[in-house]
């Protein structure tokens, strides 16, 4: 089967974004998110240091935007969000995006699988178990969902933040 060229540009960017280091794409989406009139997605490569880059651009966003009170479970939710991603998702890269409105915050993260999550309701399990995630995010939130896009879906999460006169 030969490939179709029209592809090979995003190959070659899938490529190139792979290649580069949580570091590098932490300077190179640094303030990329917190933009509140054109807010940005921005793909990360589907691997473990994602879940800490993630958390460390959305806590860049929150505190632009004065937002400290929701520092501890932004990060927390986001890390959940990115995690369930990672894990049950196949494709290659991972979107986030970060959206500022007036009275709430948005934090959503889409991957290539068309499989809404669902949370499961079961006995309590030791701190460590997996698979509480979505409990989590379902207790801390003010309001969670899901998104079937395109190409994947988009698991979002929004706090209710309190506007300053």
């Known amino acids: 089967m030969v490939a179709d060229a029209s592809w090979a ?5 899938l490529a190139a974004l792979e290649r580069l280091s949580s570091e ?6 640094a303030g990329k ?3 509140r009139e054109a807010p ?3 793909r990360l490569p589907s691997r473990p240091a994602t879940g800490p880059l993630a958390r ?13 009170q929701h520092l501890e479970v932004g990060e927390l939710l986001t890390s959940e969000l990115v995690a369930n991603a990672l894990r049950h998702a196949a494709g290659r ?3 986030l995006h970060v959206v500022r409105k007036p009275g709430w915050v948005r934090v959503e993260v889409r ?7 669902c949370m499961i309701v079961a006995e309590p399990l030791p701190a460590n178990e997996r698979g509480r995630g979505l409990q989590v995010v379902d207790d801390l939130a ?17 706090l209710k933040v309190r506007e300053r006169a």
């Open 9 to 13: 540009p995003f190959q070659d960017a």
């Open 40 to 42: 940005h997605e921005v």
């Open 24 to 29: 590098e794409l932490e300077q190179l989406y």
């Open 111 to 117: 991957d290539s699988s068309r499989a809404l999550p």
């Open 93 to 95: 890269t991972i979107g």
């Open 142 to 158: 003010d309001r969670w969902g899901a998104d079937l896009l395109p190409r994947g879906k988009g698991v979002w999460f929004e």
């Open 56 to 68: 460390r651009l959305v806590l860049a966003a929150l505190e632009n935007w004065d937002l400290h």
């Open 33 to 35: 998110l917190c933009d």
